[in-house]
C-alpha cells in the first residue's frame, strides 16, 4: 500500500481556487487549504460597515469556500512580510498598486515552505492562463513556480494541460487527463464546472478581494506614501484607507469624513488617535484629520466638515474639534460652497 498523497491549495474565496481544490480532491487525494492574510482583501470588515452592502453576505470567503469542500483551512497572517512586497515588487505593479505577480510567488513560497514543515506533498492554485495580465499569463507561469521555490511541486489543475507535466503528474499522483486546459478571461468553463460539481453559490467569478487593484484606493495609498515621504503604512493605515470620503484640502494634512452612520461609528475607534470634528448644531459625518493642521486649517476643516452634514444650506454651522492633547473648541462657521471644493481635493 502507499501513503494516501496530500496537497495544500491556496485559497483565496474565489471561484478558481475553489474548482482547483475539488477537481484535485475527485482525485482521491487529501486536500487542506491555506489563506494568506494582507490585510488588503475587500471582505471582512468592509461589507459590513457601509449600508450599502448590507445584501451583501457577510462572511470570509475563504472559510466558506472551505466549508463548501469540507476542507481544514489555514489562515496565515503575512502583514508584516507582506510590506515588502507592497513597497518594493521586484517585477513592479499592475494598472494600480498590485504588485500581482511578486505577491504570487511570495505566497507560493510561503505554501512550499508550509508543505515542507507540515509533510505534504504539493501546492494547487486556482491560476488560468490568460486570466490576469500581469501575473496569469504563460510567460510568467515558470517565473512563479521557479522564483518561489515550488518548481514542479506546484500544480495548476484548471489548466494544467497547457503546461508541461508537473511531478504530481509525471509520477501519477494525479491524472493528467482528469485535469483542464482554461485559457483566458471568460468564466464561462468554470461557472459550467462549478454547476457540474453542484456549487450553486460562489464568490463573483470575476471579481478580485484586493484593494491594490483598485484605482482610488490605489491612489490614497500613494497620497499616504508621498504625505509621508516615504513608503510605510501600518494595518490602522489600510483600513482607514478603505473607509470614507478622504479629501486633501493642504498640503500638510487631509480629511477622512464618513458618509453614513456604519462609517462613523467605524472612525469613533480612532477618535484617540487623531484631531477630529463634528457638527453640534446639525446631523452630520465624525471627520478625522491625518496630519498637521494649524487654527487656519482647522477653520477650513470645520467649514468642509460642515458642507457635509445637514446644515450645508444653513447659514451658520458649529462645529466641534478635539485635539490630540484632548483640548476641545467650538467653530461656528458658514459651510464652503460644494463649488469651492476643488476635484483635485478628492482622493
Same mark, same amino acid.
Given at each position: 500500500?502507499t501513503?494516501k498523497?496530500?496537497?495544500?491549495?491556496?485559497?483565496s =474565496?474565489?471561484?478558481?481556487?475553489?474548482l482547483?481544490?475539488?477537481?484535485i480532491?475527485?482525485? =482521491? !487525494?487529501?486536500?487542506e487549504?491555506?489563506?494568506? #492574510?494582507?490585510?488588503?482583501?475587500?471582505?471582512?470588515?468592509?461589507?459590513?460597515?457601509r449600508?450599502?452592502?448590507?445584501a451583501? $453576505?457577510?462572511?470570509n &470567503?475563504?472559510?466558506w469556500?472551505?466549508?463548501?469542500?469540507?476542507?481544514?483551512?489555514?489562515?496565515?497572517?503575512i502583514?508584516?512580510?507582506?510590506?515588502?512586497?507592497?513597497?518594493?515588487?521586484?517585477?513592479g505593479?499592475?494598472a494600480?498598486?498590485?504588485?500581482?505577480?511578486?505577491?504570487?510567488?511570495?505566497?507560493v513560497?510561503?505554501a512550499? @515552505?508550509w508543505?515542507d514543515?507540515? /509533510?505534504?506533498?504539493f501546492?494547487i492554485?486556482?491560476?488560468?492562463?490568460?486570466?490576469? $495580465?500581469?501575473?496569469?499569463r504563460?510567460?510568467?507561469?515558470?517565473?512563479?513556480?521557479?522564483?518561489s521555490?515550488?518548481d514542479?511541486?506546484?500544480? *495548476?489543475?484548471?489548466?494544467? *494541460?497547457?503546461l508541461?507535466?508537473?511531478?504530481?503528474?509525471?509520477e501519477?499522483?494525479?491524472d493528467r487527463?482528469?485535469?483542464?486546459?482554461?485559457?483566458?478571461?471568460?468564466?464561462k468553463?468554470?461557472m459550467a464546472?462549478? &454547476?457540474?460539481?453542484?456549487?450553486?453559490? #460562489?464568490?463573483?467569478?470575476?471579481?478580485?478581494c484586493?484593494?491594490?487593484?483598485?484605482?482610488t484606493?490605489?491612489r490614497?495609498?500613494?497620497?499616504?506614501w508621498?504625505?509621508?515621504?516615504? *513608503?510605510r #503604512?501600518?494595518? /490602522?493605515?489600510? +483600513?482607514?484607507?478603505?473607509v470614507g470620503?478622504?479629501?486633501?484640502?493642504?498640503?500638510?494634512?487631509? +480629511?477622512?469624513?464618513?458618509?453614513?452612520?456604519?462609517?462613523?461609528k467605524?472612525?469613533?475607534?480612532?477618535?484617540?488617535?487623531?484631531?477630529?470634528?463634528?457638527?453640534?448644531?446639525? *446631523?452630520?459625518?465624525?471627520?478625522?484629520?491625518?496630519? @498637521?493642521?494649524n487654527?487656519?486649517?482647522?477653520?477650513?476643516?470645520?467649514?468642509?466638515t460642515?458642507?457635509?452634514?445637514?446644515?450645508? /444650506?444653513?447659514?451658520?454651522? /458649529?462645529?466641534?474639534?478635539?485635539?490630540?492633547?484632548g483640548e476641545?473648541?467650538?467653530?461656528?462657521?458658514r459651510? !464652503?460652497a460644494?463649488a469651492a471644493?476643488?476635484g483635485?481635493w478628492?482622493?
Amino acid at each position: 500500500m502507499t501513503n494516501k498523497r496530500k496537497a495544500v491549495a491556496l485559497i483565496s =474565496g474565489g471561484l478558481d481556487s475553489l474548482l482547483a481544490a475539488r477537481v484535485i480532491q475527485e482525485q =482521491g !487525494i487529501h486536500v487542506e487549504g491555506i489563506n494568506f #492574510y494582507t490585510g488588503f482583501c475587500v471582505e471582512g470588515h468592509t461589507h459590513a460597515i457601509r449600508k450599502k452592502d448590507r445584501a451583501r $453576505p457577510k462572511r470570509n &470567503n475563504a472559510l466558506w469556500s472551505a466549508e463548501q469542500l469540507g476542507i481544514k483551512l489555514h489562515i496565515v497572517d503575512i502583514i508584516e512580510e507582506y510590506k515588502d512586497i507592497v513597497i518594493n515588487p521586484k517585477h513592479g505593479y499592475g494598472a494600480n498598486l498590485n504588485p500581482c505577480l511578486d505577491c504570487k510567488i511570495f505566497m507560493v513560497h510561503k505554501a512550499r @515552505e508550509w508543505i515542507d514543515s507540515h /509533510d505534504f506533498d504539493f501546492i494547487i492554485t486556482g491560476e488560468v492562463i490568460g486570466q490576469r $495580465p500581469k501575473s496569469q499569463r504563460k510567460d510568467t507561469m515558470p517565473v512563479i513556480a521557479q522564483e518561489s521555490g515550488a518548481d514542479d511541486l506546484l500544480l *495548476r489543475p484548471l489548466c494544467a *494541460r497547457n503546461l508541461p507535466p508537473t511531478r504530481p503528474e509525471r509520477e501519477g499522483w494525479v491524472d493528467r487527463e482528469q485535469l483542464f486546459g482554461f485559457e483566458g478571461r471568460t468564466r464561462k468553463p468554470q461557472m459550467a464546472l462549478a &454547476n457540474t460539481f453542484g456549487f450553486e453559490e #460562489y464568490a463573483q467569478p470575476a471579481g478580485g478581494c484586493c484593494f491594490l487593484t483598485d484605482q482610488t484606493y490605489s491612489r490614497k495609498l500613494a497620497d499616504l506614501w508621498k504625505a509621508r515621504g516615504e *513608503r510605510r #503604512y501600518e494595518l /490602522d493605515d489600510i +483600513m482607514l484607507l478603505k473607509v470614507g470620503r478622504h479629501l486633501r484640502p493642504h498640503p500638510d494634512f487631509k +480629511m477622512i469624513i464618513g458618509r453614513e452612520d456604519g462609517e462613523n461609528k467605524f472612525l469613533e475607534g480612532y477618535r484617540k488617535q487623531y484631531v477630529h470634528l463634528f457638527t453640534t448644531t446639525h *446631523r452630520g459625518p465624525l471627520v478625522l484629520i491625518d496630519g @498637521e493642521v494649524n487654527d487656519e486649517g482647522l477653520e477650513l476643516a470645520a467649514r468642509i466638515t460642515a458642507r457635509f452634514s445637514q446644515g450645508r /444650506d444653513a447659514e451658520l454651522v /458649529d462645529v466641534e474639534v478635539h485635539t490630540l492633547d484632548g483640548e476641545q473648541q467650538v467653530f461656528r462657521v458658514r459651510p !464652503i460652497a460644494g463649488a469651492a471644493i476643488p476635484g483635485g481635493w478628492y482622493l
